[in-house]
């Protein structure tokens, strides 16, 4: 991982008015930084030590995944993923082809992408300002993410890791379809989890109807609409 500098590690009674990782079960990745003078410190703080920072800013984690979620607006850089038959570390952060991983267990790289590796790698990338990325295997996603698949936009519903052959068409329960439209063919949701919120448009056999009801999972002329 590239930048990374060793914070202080101090005793107890030097970390009054500090920021600090104190003793975790885990690996912990922090990130301590001065986004005004461009001081980025990023590192892991190793089960049962001790960081501390000065800085005014402070995050840490330690998933790797919510870690860089939590980063992804600071200029941070890492070293590049080893070329195939070199050691990969498990925990360590690695950029490749414009993307983020994350090892998920120490390894010689093998031929594979890492997308099509998800027990060896977990994907990472910062959403597109001004389009929707395409949906692939082995990245985390949150509810609100959009991403594309066969030319058609999903809402992630449910926070998941992808899964080869779990395209977001064959997994209602995590995916809901994104329309243009205005007033889009109702879905019969599958749960509270995709259910229409109140002034949602919808048309149902020729009709464009409008919730009036929250978490509403019932048919158009049921209960919870009223014509538009």
Not at 50 to 72: I, R, W
Not at 204 to 222: D, F, L
């Amino acid at each position: 991982m590239k930048n990374i500098t060793l914070l202080l590690l101090l005793s107890p009674v030097f970390l009054i008015g500090q920021s600090e990782i104190n003793k975790p079960d885990r690996p912990t990745y922090y990130a301590a930084y001065d986004s005004v003078a461009g001081v980025y410190h990023v590192g892991t703080t190793e089960v049962g030590q001790v960081t501390t920072s000065g800085q005014p800013s402070f995050t840490s984690s330690p998933d790797a995944l919510e870690f860089l979620a939590n980063t992804s607006t600071i200029p941070i850089s890492y070293d590049p993923l080893p070329a195939v038959g070199e050691q990969v570390e498990q925990g360590e952060i690695y950029e490749y082809e414009g993307a983020l991983v994350v090892c998920r267990q120490t390894h010689a790289r093998t031929i594979f992408e890492p997308s099509e590796t998800p027990a060896l790698f977990a994907v990472y990338r910062a959403e597109a300002p001004d389009a929707v990325l395409p949906w692939i295997a082995s990245e985390l996603v949150y509810v609100g993410t959009v991403r594309s698949y066969n030319s058609v936009k999903y809402s992630c519903i449910q926070q998941h890791q992808t899964v080869t052959g779990q395209t977001p068409d064959l997994v209602p329960a995590l995916w809901s379809i994104v329309s243009d439209e205005e007033c889009p063919e109702w879905v019969q949701p599958t749960g509270a989890q995709d259910a229409y919120n109140v002034d949602d448009c919808v048309t149902y056999e020729g009709q464009e109807w409008v919730s009036n009801t929250a978490a509403n999972v019932w048919a158009p002329g049921v209960f919870g609409w009223v014509l538009r």
